[in-house]
């Protein structure tokens, strides 16, 4: 009998708090759950950038792991990720004893609930073990590392989907549907008393009906059932980006990050950030109480979020405008209790030098402005459709993977489309993510007849997935396809000419085209500089020719208008 409950004692129980489990102790672990309780099923899901799979625990319990089904019996789905920075392993032991204590017992499951945990996202950040590259936290003893095998931080990767992990995860969340999201983190930044902070998707970008009620009921819930546990949490703090005279910012979640990701399909989603300096026994007794705080609210809320979530799908598919880019809004804040320590300044050790440290005796409690909504900077309407020509399998494999509907068209037709060409943009000097992003990104909108061909893609903006499917492919939107170098190819010029032969057709050119030759003449006066230069007057004709190649800078998704 002891023996039999040693194995069902966690890395972190057995240690007295001093270490997480390896990547082999918790699927070990897991695995005999899975054989000693019908409650819960381990499945093997896509490959990683590690070469192992990523898995899934599923508790019910119905002891029904049909996924299809947990919907259509008006369970509310609740999905737990952990590991994605497997540094940052609070969530992975806290889950295991979640998991356990479901199990035995101890806890019971509600009814109305199904339950999801990824056991570790980022596996090969698992197996990257060392007790240094977390320089800020205390404990556990060793701990993984933030890259994953190709040492991509896999929270950028939701939108873009570079890595194994992320194709695999995006086909279970769209199995799952989930209705409540929680991804498991460690936070970085100052020192103050809270154990528990917690980043919610932003209210706005998830929109209405959720977004009030997530804010105004949801969330309260939460901190209040934390209270009650003995926590005063927090939202989220970035401290590099915070003066708290001037007020707090609510955490901007962009879709590549997996609570900003979620939302795009009406998830309610979250990051709980437990404080790196507290004792890592805290951290994860605190991850612990607010992953029941969670299951306890969901399970009164139920049916509402469905109904929420149900009303906010039917809305998604007849909205026709979108916001694509969005500003902080200054004009509204609320009041929120912060408990910090004071900052102070003395003379470092290692430098010799002046330097700020916080000063544990001189704790406070103050009511600071907490800036939560943001106000759309740009709005887009959507067309009646998308069309994407073959040629894009890595954007039509994303799209697939998301649960969007594509179409295809049955013959060669010629279709007036709305046409975008990329006027202008720039591109960051240095890798973020494997990607030299775009920015200040500006367009030429047009209409242009084009022959689509059968087999082109289309793609119906009717859709619960529209948020998504507007996200990725309008070129503007803050994490577009366009913007992480997808459609890079058109950006490059294919054909060109020789400046003997091209002199004498493009005085042909000028001769038959009355108003590029104007277009010359006015561009010469006006430019004295381009008036000398032989080859940049050539390039102008060149350009504005028929001869000059159609697809350069033009993007290649058009877009079928609403009549």
Not at 387 to 398: A, E, S
Request: with cysteine.
């Amino acid at each position: 009998m002891a023996s039999v409950l040693q194995a069902q004692q966690t890395v972190f129980e057995l240690s007295q708090g001093r270490e997480t489990a390896t990547y082999e102790e918790l699927i070990s672990f897991y695995q005999n759950l899975d054989q000693a309780h019908d409650i819960l099923e381990m499945r093997e899901l896509g490959p990683t950038d590690a070469g192992y799979p990523l898995h899934v625990l599923l508790l019910s319990n119905d002891r029904n792991f049909n996924l299809a089904s947990w919907h259509a019996e008006g369970k509310l789905v609740v999905l737990i990720n952990n590991g994605i920075h497997p540094g940052e392993p609070d969530g992975i032991d806290a889950s295991m004893i979640l998991a356990r204590d479901i199990c035995l017992g101890k806890k019971r499951l509600p009814d109305n609930l199904a339950l999801a945990i990824v056991p570790v996202y980022n596996i090969g950040g698992c197996l990257n073990r060392n007790a240094y590259t977390r320089v800020n936290q205390q404990g556990p003893a060793a701990y993984g590392f933030r890259g994953n095998a190709q040492n991509l931080d896999l929270n950028r990767d939701f939108s873009k989907c570079d890595s194994r992990e992320a194709a695999s995860f995006t086909r279970l969340f769209h199995s799952l549907d989930p209705d409540i999201f929680i991804d498991t983190h460690v936070s970085d930044g100052a020192d103050f008393q809270h154990v528990m902070t917690l980043i919610s998707t932003q209210y706005d970008k998830l929109g209405e009906p959720a977004g009030s009620w997530m804010r105004d009921v949801y969330e309260p819930m939460l901190y209040e059932g934390m209270r009650k546990k003995g926590h005063a949490m927090i939202p989220y703090i970035d401290f590099g980006a915070t003066d708290l005279k001037k007020g707090w910012k609510m955490f901007e979640d962009a879709p590549r990050y997996s609570s900003g990701y979620a939302a795009l399909y009406g998830t309610f989603s979250f990051m709980p950030e437990t404080h790196m300096l507290k004792p890592y026994t805290q951290r994860v007794k605190a991850t612990i109480d607010l992953l029941d705080v969670f299951l306890e609210s969901a399970s009164e809320k139920a049916d509402l979020i469905i109904d929420i979530r149900k009303r906010w799908k039917e809305k998604i598919s007849r909205q026709y405008q979108f916001a694509i880019q969005w500003k902080r809004d200054s004009s509204r804040h609320r009041m929120m209790e912060f408990m910090g320590y004071e900052s102070d300044s003395m003379i470092s050790k290692a430098t010799g030098l002046k330097r700020m440290y916080y000063d544990h005796g001189r704790a406070y409690t103050q009511m600071i402005r907490y800036y939560d909504g943001f106000q759309p900077a740009k709005v887009v309407e959507k067309p009646k459709a998308y069309i994407i020509p073959r040629g894009w399998p890595d954007v039509l494999d994303r799209l697939h993977w998301n649960g969007v509907r594509i179409d295809t068209l049955t013959r060669d037709s010629l279709i007036r489309l709305g046409v975008y060409h990329i006027a202008d943009y720039q591109s960051s000097t240095m890798p973020y993510e494997k990607h030299f992003r775009h920015r200040s990104v500006t367009l030429m909108r047009s209409e242009e007849t084009l022959m689509c061909k059968k087999g082109d893609y289309i793609i119906y903006t009717n859709q619960s997935s529209n948020n998504y499917i507007i996200q990725m492919l309008e070129p503007e939107a803050e994490d577009s396809y366009f913007r992480w170098n997808f459609f890079d190819a058109i950006l490059q010029q294919k054909e060109g000419y020789s400046d003997y032969r091209w002199d004498e057709l493009a005085a042909e050119v000028l001769a038959s085209d009355s108003a590029l030759a104007k277009a010359v003449a006015d561009r010469k006066k006006a430019d004295p500089e381009f008036a000398r230069n032989h080859s940049a007057i050539l390039y102008y004709i060149y350009k504005f020719s028929k001869y000059f190649e159609p697809a350069y800078r033009r993007y290649p998704v058009y877009r079928l208008e609403r009549e």
